[in-house]
């Protein structure tokens, strides 16, 4: 009999890259720390993951945004935490760490073609595509489970890799990252049973200052 994986998908508190406006920096790999909201965000997450179950391991993207919620999460429990690079956002290339108003006046056609959703190949110069980021979160997604047999595990990450692997699943193409996409601090629960998965529960938010 297989033994299924409980994996909770965490995505990371705000930071000041969540927000809207021309002059908010496109944050794939730039790494930007938790603002104030994204820290309370992290403590209820945390809270909210510890009444409901007692994880055997933290995984977590290791950029600070991630680490700092995966340690707030990690805290009530006593869960270890591991880093793991493929956990990471997409990696913007030239475009990361730029504002969105730089980001427009410098790659005008790559802005709208993106903002077109209908390229899975798409990349940032430099960058990554929407592909290849699938690919990369389905497979370290699937490691993990593959780790945890009959166990319960956190893996705290951003809204890009959930969205690719719920895309996958649900068979939508890799190009459409706005689709499935999770708040802040949300929790997504899938059950995986070797090489398959299916979608428990999809952003789950236990505080209204989410976003």
């Known amino acids: 009999m297989q033994l299924l994986t409980t994996l909770l998908l965490i995505r990371h508190g705000h930071t000041l890259g969540n927000a809207s406006g021309p002059h908010v920096q496109m944050s794939g790999w730039t790494d930007l720390p938790l603002s104030a909201r994204g820290e309370r965000q992290a403590q209820?997450?945390?809270?909210?993951v510890a009444r409901i179950v007692r994880p055997c391991v933290v995984y977590t993207s290791p950029l600070e945004r991630a680490v700092r919620t995966a340690a707030a999460i990690a805290g009530p429990c006593g869960a270890p935490i591991v880093r793991v690079a493929a956990l990471r956002e997409i990696n913007c290339g030239e475009a990361d760490g730029l504002t969105i108003a730089k980001v427009e006046e410098?790659?005008?056609?790559?802005?709208?073609k993106n903002?077109?959703?209908t390229d899975p190949d798409f990349r940032w110069p430099g960058g990554e595509s929407y592909s290849e980021l699938r690919v990369r979160a389905w497979t370290a997604l699937a490691a993990i489970a593959a780790l945890h047999p009959g166990?319960?595990?956190?893996a705290v990450t951003h809204a890009g890799v959930i969205s690719q692997?719920?895309?996958?699943m649900r068979g939508e193409s890799a190009a459409c990252w706005a689709a499935m996409r999770p708040r802040n601090a949300s929790l997504t629960e899938l059950v995986w049973s070797g090489d398959t998965a299916r979608i428990a529960r999809f952003d789950e938010v236990p505080s209204a200052d989410a976003a």
């Open 115 to 117: 903002l077109a959703q």
């Open 44 to 48: 209820a997450i945390a809270a909210y």
């Open 106 to 112: 410098r790659y005008p056609r790559e802005w709208a």
């Open 151 to 154: 166990q319960c595990v956190v």
């Open 165 to 168: 692997v719920l895309g996958r």
